[in-house]
C-alpha cells in the first residue's frame, strides 16, 4: 500500500513536472505568436502608413473637371434659350448646380444611398461598415450589401480607380474623410449627383441632368417626386434598375425608394401614396443624345468653336474637341430654328431640284441665310438626303465646301470693284468678240453664255443685268487683276495666286471655288452699305462654371462706300427685276441679287437679299463638275436655285413687315445720259434710229458725267447703197441719218455685233459708182477685200456670229475661241458698212422701188 503510495506520489509528480513542461512550452508558443502579431502588426501598420502617404492629393478639377456634356444653345423667338444638341463623347454628363436639383431628389439619394449623410462627417460609416460585415457573413462571406457612403463613391468615380484592392479601400476613406472636412454636404451632394452613372442598356447618361432628360425628356428641375425616387433607385445597379433595362424591377427599386423616404421623415404618407400610384410617362425610346436635329448647322457649330477655342486658348484642334465633347461647355449659337426648319423642309421636296434620268446620282444643294445686319447665320443646309447621299453627322456639308461660283462672282470681283476705282453704272464697254493677251498668258476669247450672240455697246447695268461676260472680261481688264483680287478677299473669297487671271475673276473660274457661307457673306456686305461682318455661328462659349472663354464678335471692314453699296444694290436689283434672275422675285420684298452658271453648268447659284436676310444656293453633283440637267436640258443659277431661294424666302418673310430698299446715303445724284456712250446726252442720241437713247442713270457725287456723247455722230448718205455720200452722189439719193460710231470697234467686231447695222458707213461713194447688180452676191470683210458670201460669213442683224445660233439666256464661263479682235484696234478705213439694208440695185427694184427706198429713209 505503502508502495502504492509512493507510486501515486510518484506517479502525481512525474505529472506535476509534466504539466509544468507543458506550461512553459505553451508559454513560449504564446509570446512567440504575440510577438508575430506585433511584428505583423508593426509592418502592417508600416504598410498602411506607406498607402497613407501615396494617397494622391484632394482636387477640386478632380470633382468638377470630369468628363462633362457640352451643350449648343439656340435663341427662342421670346429671347429664351433652348437646348439644340448635346454633345459628348464617351460620357453623356450634364452638370448641374444643387440648387437646380429638386430636394426630393436629394433627398432620395440620401434615403437609398447613404441615411446617415448628413449626420456622418467622417467620409466613412463605421456602423454601416460593421452591419454590412455582418450581412456578408451570415451569408456565407459573400459580399451582400455595401457599405460605402455617397462621400466614398463620390471620391472612387473622380479621383480614383475602380480597382477593389486593400490599397484603393484606404486611400478612398482617407480622401473622403479629407473631403468631409473641406467641403459641405451640398457641395459633396452636387458633385456626386452629377457624376454617378444612370445609364441603361441604350441609355449613355452620367448624372442626374442627362438621366431626366434621356428618361423623362425634361430638365431636372422639373422632375416630380415619383420620378425622382426613379432615377434614385437606377445607381445601385443600372444594368437591373435602369426602366431601359426593366421597367419592373426599376419601379420595384422605386418603390423601395420611397419607403425609405417615408420611414427616414423625408415624405409624408400622402406624398408616398400619390408617388407610389403615378403611372410614369418615359421617352427614352424616342430619344437619341447621341445625335441630333439640324445636324449641318451644329455640325459647323462644331467646326466653328473648335477653331475659336484653338485660335484663343492656344491648344491643338483635337485639345478643342475634347473640351467641345467632354468639357461641358455652353455653345450659343445664331441658329434661327424657324429659318432652319424652312431650310430643311425646302430641300425635302425634291420638284425643287432637277432631275436626270441618265444618271443614279441625284443633284446636290446647300443653302445659308444670314442676318446682314450682325453676319450671325440664322441656317444652313449642307445637303439633300437622297438614296446615293446619306447625311453623316460630322459628314459632308456643301454649304461649307469650295465650288467654282461662275457669274455669282462678278458682283464681287467685277463691277464693286469697277465702281470703286471710278467706273459707273453707265459706263459702256462693247460687247463683241475680243481677245485678250496679257502678258505670260495665252490669248483668251470669252463668250456669253448665248455662245455667239453679243449685244455691242452696253452699259455696266446692263451687262451684270443679263451676265454678259465679255464686258465683265472687258471691266477687269480695264481695272486691272490686282484691283480684282483685292477686292475679292476684302469680300471674303479665297484668292489664290492661282486665280490672277481674266477668266477666274471675272467670270468665276477659280482655282479652288468659294463656298456657299462665303458667297452670302460677301453679299451682305453688299446689301449692309459697303461693310464687310464675318459670318458667325455662335456668339460666345462659356465653360461649365459660367466662365466667357470666347465671346465671339464678328469682324468687320469697309469694302464698298456706301454710295458705291447702293449703287450695285440697284444694280443687282435689275437682275431681279428684269434679268437673270426673275425667278427669285418676292411680291412683297425688294430683291436684290445674282445668278451664277460654271463652265457646262457644273455649279448653278442663286444669291440674293432682302431688307433681313441674305441667302446662298448652289446646285450640283458632289463627286464631278457633270453638267447639270433637267430631263436633258442643260440649268443656269436663274432656273432651279432662283426658284429654291424664293421658296424659302418668301416662308422666311411671310410675317415680316413688307419693306422695300429705301436708305438711300447722302452723296447720290441722278443724270440723264446715253445709254451708248455714258455721257451726257445730245440731240443725236434722242435722234437714234432705235429711238431715244438717254436714260436717268445714278452716280457718287464726283463720278457724273461731264462730256457730252460722241458716239451718236450724224452722216450724209446714198439711200440706195447705204454708202457715205459724196460729191458723186446724186443729190436726191443723199440723207442725212444719225449712226453710233463705237470707239475702237473693227468691222468683222462689228459684223458680229447686234448694234452693227446702226454704226457708222466707212465706204463712200466714188467716182467709180458700182453699179446696180455688181455687189448682189459680193461681201467685203475685215480687210476690205471682197469675197464670196456664205451662210459662214454672213453678218445677221441679231448680233449672232455668223452660222450660228442662240440660246436662251443665262451665264456662263464658255471659252471656246472666236476669231475676234482686241477693241484696242484702230478704226480700218476699209471697214464692211452695215446698215441693215440690202444692197439691191435699181434693176432689181425698179424705179417704183427707189422711190420708196428714198422716202422711206
Known amino acids: 500500500m505503502e508502495n502504492n503510495t509512493q507510486l501515486r506520489r510518484s506517479d502525481r509528480n512525474k505529472k506535476k513536472k509534466n504539466k509544468s513542461a507543458l506550461r512553459k512550452t505553451l508559454n513560449v508558443v504564446l509570446w512567440g505568436v504575440l510577438i508575430l502579431i506585433l511584428a505583423g502588426i508593426g509592418a502592417a501598420g508600416g504598410k498602411v502608413l506607406a498607402i497613407i502617404k501615396n494617397t494622391p492629393p484632394l482636387s477640386q478639377d478632380a470633382l468638377t473637371k470630369i468628363k462633362q456634356s457640352s451643350i449648343v444653345y439656340v435663341k427662342n423667338s421670346d429671347g429664351s434659350w433652348s437646348q439644340a444638341a448635346i454633345l459628348h ?148 445597379n443600372p444594368s437591373m434598375y435602369s426602366p431601359d433595362s426593366n421597367v419592373e424591377k426599376a419601379t420595384e427599386r422605386q418603390h423601395l425608394v420611397l419607403s425609405e423616404m417615408l420611414k427616414q421623415g423625408f415624405i409624408t404618407q400622402e406624398q408616398y401614396n400619390s408617388a407610389i400610384n403615378e403611372k410614369l410617362n418615359f421617352v427614352f425610346k424616342n430619344l437619341n443624345l ?81 442676318d446682314w445686319k450682325t453676319g450671325e447665320i440664322k441656317g444652313i443646309v449642307g445637303g439633300r438626303n437622297t438614296n446615293d447621299f446619306k447625311y453623316v453627322t460630322r459628314g459632308i456639308s456643301f454649304a461649307d465646301s469650295k465650288r467654282q461660283p461662275g457669274s455669282s462672282i462678278k458682283p464681287l470681283t467685277v463691277y464693286g470693284p469697277a465702281l470703286q476705282s471710278g467706273l459707273t453704272a453707265a459706263t459702256v464697254v462693247d460687247d463683241v468678240p475680243t481677245t485678250f493677251t496679257l502678258p505670260g498668258a495665252k490669248p483668251y476669247t470669252p463668250h456669253n453664255y448665248e455662245s455667239n450672240y453679243y449685244h455691242g455697246l452696253v452699259t455696266l447695268r446692263e451687262a451684270i443685268t443679263d451676265s454678259l ?24 473669297l479665297d484668292i489664290t495666286k492661282n486665280d490672277m487671271y481674266l477668266p477666274a475673276l471675272a467670270l468665276g473660274g477659280l482655282s479652288q471655288g468659294i463656298t456657299p457661307i462665303q458667297e452670302a457673306a460677301a453679299y451682305g456686305a453688299i446689301a449692309n452699305k459697303g461693310m464687310y461682318i464675318s459670318p458667325i455661328t455662335f456668339t460666345k462659349i462659356e465653360d461649365s462654371t459660367g466662365k466667357i472663354l470666347v465671346n465671339n464678335k464678328p469682324e468687320e471692314h469697309v469694302v464698298l462706300s456706301e454710295q458705291n453699296a447702293y449703287i450695285l444694290r440697284s444694280m443687282m436689283m435689275d437682275v431681279v427685276n428684269h434679268g437673270t434672275g426673275t425667278a427669285a422675285r418676292l411680291s412683297n420684298m425688294d430683291v436684290a441679287g445674282k445668278t451664277g452658271t460654271s463652265e457646262n453648268s457644273g455649279n448653278i447659284w442663286f444669291s440674293g437679299f432682302t431688307p433681313y436676310y441674305v441667302g446662298t444656293v448652289w446646285m450640283g453633283y458632289p463627286s464631278s463638275n457633270r453638267a447639270v440637267k433637267n430631263y436633258g436640258v442643260p440649268q443656269v443659277g436663274g432656273t432651279f436655285p432662283a426658284k429654291m431661294w424664293k421658296t424659302v424666302m418668301t416662308e422666311i418673310h411671310q410675317n415680316l413687315p413688307a419693306k422695300r430698299f429705301t436708305d438711300k446715303p447722302s452723296g447720290i445724284v441722278y443724270e440723264t445720259v446715253c445709254k451708248d456712250s455714258g455721257d451726257l446726252p445730245t440731240n443725236l442720241c434722242r435722234q437714234d434710229p432705235r429711238g431715244d437713247r438717254t436714260y436717268t442713270e445714278m452716280f457718287a457725287v464726283g463720278t457724273q458725267p461731264t462730256n457730252y456723247c460722241t458716239v451718236h455722230v450724224s452722216a450724209k448718205i446714198n439711200t440706195l447703197t447705204g454708202k ?8 436726191f439719193l443723199v ?11 473693227t468691222a468683222r467686231q462689228n459684223a458680229y455685233a447686234a448694234d452693227g447695222k446702226y454704226v457708222l458707213p466707212t465706204e463712200v461713194d466714188t467716182e467709180n459708182q458700182i453699179q446696180p447688180g455688181d455687189n448682189q452676191s459680193g461681201n467685203t470683210d475685215q480687210n476690205g477685200d471682197t469675197t464670196n458670201s456664205d451662210s459662214s460669213n454672213t453678218a445677221p442683224a441679231n448680233g449672232t456670229e455668223p452660222g450660228t445660233t442662240t440660246d436662251n439666256g443665262g451665264q456662263s ?3 471656246s475661241s472666236t476669231d475676234g479682235q482686241s477693241t484696242n484696234s484702230g478704226m480700218n478705213g476699209n471697214q464692211k458698212s452695215i446698215s441693215g439694208q440690202t444692197n439691191s440695185t435699181p434693176s432689181q427694184k425698179g424705179i417704183g422701188n427707189i422711190i420708196n427706198s428714198i422716202i422711206g429713209n
Request: net charge positive.
Open 89 to 236: 463623347g464617351s460620357d453623356n454628363r450634364l452638370w448641374v448646380s444643387i440648387d437646380k436639383i429638386p430636394e426630393n431628389l436629394q433627398n432620395a439619394v440620401v434615403a437609398i444611398e447613404d441615411q446617415r449623410f448628413y449626420k456622418n462627417n467622417l467620409g466613412i460609416d463605421p456602423k454601416r461598415i460593421i452591419g454590412a460585415l455582418l450581412v456578408d457573413l451570415k451569408a456565407g462571406g459573400k459580399p451582400i450589401e455595401g457599405a460605402s457612403t455617397i462621400t466614398q463613391q463620390l471620391v472612387k468615380n473622380t479621383m480614383l480607380t475602380d480597382e477593389k484592392t486593400l490599397t484603393r479601400k484606404i486611400q478612398e476613406a482617407v480622401l473622403a474623410w479629407q473631403l468631409e472636412q473641406k467641403y459641405t454636404k451640398k457641395q459633396i451632394l452636387e458633385a456626386y449627383l452629377n457624376t454617378i452613372y444612370l445609364g441603361g442598356p441604350h441609355i449613355n447618361a452620367y448624372g442626374v441632368q442627362a438621366a431626366a432628360l434621356q428618361y423623362f425628356g425634361k430638365d431636372v428641375s422639373q422632375l416630380d417626386l415619383a420620378e425622382s425616387a426613379m432615377i434614385a433607385g437606377i445607381t445601385n
Open 290 to 370: 447621341s445625335t441630333y436635329s439640324h445636324g449641318y448647322f451644329i455640325d459647323q457649330v462644331i467646326n466653328d468653336a473648335t477653331d475659336a477655342l484653338v485660335k484663343k486658348l492656344g491648344i491643338t484642334k483635337s485639345e478643342a474637341l475634347n473640351k467641345i465633347y467632354n468639357g461641358g461647355l455652353r455653345i450659343y449659337s445664331t441658329m434661327d430654328p424657324n429659318i432652319q426648319t424652312i431650310m430643311e423642309n425646302a430641300f425635302k421636296n425634291p420638284k425643287l431640284f432637277p432631275v436626270d434620268p441618265t444618271t443614279k446620282e441625284a443633284v446636290q444643294g446647300a443653302m445659308v441665310v444670314i
Open 469 to 492: 461676260n465679255v464686258p465683265a472680261v472687258q471691266v477687269v481688264n480695264k481695272i486691272g487683276i490686282n484691283v480684282s483680287a483685292s477686292y475679292g478677299k476684302k469680300f471674303g
Open 724 to 731: 457715205l455720200a459724196s460729191e458723186w452722189t446724186l443729190p
Open 735 to 745: 440723207k442725212e441719218k444719225v449712226f453710233i460710231d463705237p470707239p475702237g470697234r
Open 813 to 815: 464661263n464658255g471659252s
